[in-house]
């Protein structure tokens, strides 16, 4: 996994492989890259990994092992433009299962504490629509849910 682009790195304290590993199983457009391991020259456990690379969906990942030092926050999320509802419901429960958190406004944790937004087609549409009265019931409808529900946001927007 190398060229051109951006590769984003997430900071684990060692679960990176774990974690590369259950991103490939949510994401069925995925493999696995490099893994390097701790030598005696560096301060983790010998042979332990210390990067693990994955892509996922086209985007390129390196999972570091660096320690308890840095924790995610929602401050960074990663956004999954779904192509139906099908797709959505998908990815919302396998990222919420085992330990994953709901949060607001279609976000969820992963287990890993990781952040995604997951979008429905029509969700953004409606909340940028041109009307902004329009706009602002959409918001307003999906300001209330965890789940975005992208009909109930349709009838808010139309309820004018």
């Known amino acids: 996994m190398s060229g051109n682009g951006f590769t984003t790195c997430l900071w684990f304290d060692g679960d990176a492989e774990a974690a590369a590993d259950y991103y490939l199983s949510v994401f069925k457009d995925g493999r696995l890259g490099r893994i390097a391991r701790y030598t005696e020259a560096n301060p983790e456990v010998e042979g332990s990994v210390m990067t693990v690379e994955f892509e996922i969906n086209g985007q390129r990942f390196v999972g570091l092992n660096g320690g308890p030092q840095f924790h ?89």
């Open 72 to 160: 995610f926050t929602e401050a960074v999320s990663f956004q999954i433009d779904c192509a139906d509802e099908s797709e959505a419901d998908y990815y919302y429960d396998a990222l919420t299962r085992d330990g994953g958190q709901e949060s607001a406004c279609g976000w969820v944790k992963d287990r890993f504490g990781v952040s995604w937004q997951v979008i429905p087609p029509g969700a953004v549409d409606l909340v940028s629509d041109p009307d902004p009265k329009r706009a602002a019931r959409a918001m307003a409808a999906m300001m209330k849910m965890k789940k975005l529900d992208v009909a109930q946001m349709r009838r808010a927007a139309d309820a004018g």
